[in-house]
């Protein structure tokens, strides 16, 4: 079978997705689960591409939360910010099976930066927290354990 010009979308099965938690000072806990949304491949033997969506969740202490409003967790806004460090993190690494290729595909979204909003709150009234990171990806042959090279994704 012929295969048509342009990137082709590599079907791709669930394996795990976990949350990675984050703990700041405030003791205000973050997570954040990243996703793959979609693997395409550029021609038969090409590079692959994948693109990824990050889902935050906050739970504030009452003190520090405020009157609902339109924000989204994740999001940078257009109102002052400033950074947090992060004290604890658990970062683990989701899982998907490429069916095309028989092989294992790793990722982990690994943080850089953290950013509370400034008197911003989402709907239900949590602060609003900024991740900043990259996830990295691992491949894995179905035959053997030993990873491939480490690649970068889109989000």
Known sequence: MARLDGPQAVPFDLVREAWNEYIFSDHVTVRIRLILTS???ESEYGRLSFETKKVTS???PDD???TPDEFE???DGNV???ECPILLRDEKWNEYYL???SRSVKIIFVASKAFRLLKAYDHFG???YCVDGRPLIKFFD???EEAGPISESSS
């Open 39 to 41: 693997v395409l491949q």
């Open 58 to 60: 906050v739970s504030a």
């Open 64 to 66: 520090l939360r405020g």
């Open 73 to 75: 967790q994740g999001s």
């Open 80 to 82: 002052p910010r400033f």
């Open 99 to 101: 069916k095309e290729n």
């Open 126 to 128: 949590q602060p609003i």
């Open 142 to 144: 179905e035959k053997s």
